[in-house]
């Protein structure tokens, strides 16, 4: 009996097994459009980047603030002005797919942006997460996580070297 038992739990699970989903992807077409957009953003393609979100989109960004594709890319283009360069790395770049438990599609990528200030040429590297939900191959929410603290201190150091200078220029 306990032998027959053992046989009929070993079937059940090797059954509830093999009839899983899978919900863990490295390729998908969700992933192929956070690549195009990955691309679109590093060549400074705003329009193709716009693209990519639904109408209804909500992103966070470093918040639990929900903006507009047209906030964030107003505000990128504000970070991304004092730069002589930027972008993505393509060493250390992952993408992947997850389907959750509400059927839901959600890439996450990890990546290194690296870039430049034009001002001191100083460069900065900054590890980036992201996790955006598509729906329809279109993006309808993302959520950013990145740390700009070394970006504001070097822009704060040079808004003070400036204001040296302007007092030095007037005495």
Not at 65 to 78: F, N, R
Not at 81 to 92: M, P, R
Not at 102 to 129: C, R, S
Request: net charge negative; hydrophobic share 40%.
């Amino acid at each position: 009996m306990k032998k027959f038992l053992l046989i009929l739990l070993a079937t059940v699970f090797f059954i509830s097994c093999k009839n899983a989903e899978p919900r863990y992807f490295s390729s998908s077409p969700e992933i192929d459009v956070a690549k195009a957009h990955i691309k679109a953003y590093n060549e400074g393609d705003w329009t193709t980047w716009m693209s990519h979100y639904a109408d209804t989109a909500k992103l966070s960004h470093n918040t639990l603030d929900e903006s507009s594709p047209a906030e964030v890319l107003e505000g990128l283009k504000g970070l991304l002005a004092a730069t002589s360069g930027y972008g993505f790395t393509d060493k250390d770049i992952f993408y992947e797919m997850v389907v959750d438990d509400k059927n839901e599609k959600w890439v996450n990528f990890w990546g290194t942006w690296e870039g430049t200030i034009a001002a001191n040429n100083q460069k900065l590297i900054i590890p980036v997460h992201l996790t955006v939900q598509y729906v329809d191959g279109k993006i309808v929410e993302e959520h950013a996580y990145y740390d700009l603290s070394e970006y504001m201190a070097v822009m704060q150091k040079i808004q003070s070297e400036m204001e040296v200078e302007e007092e030095e220029m007037e005495n």
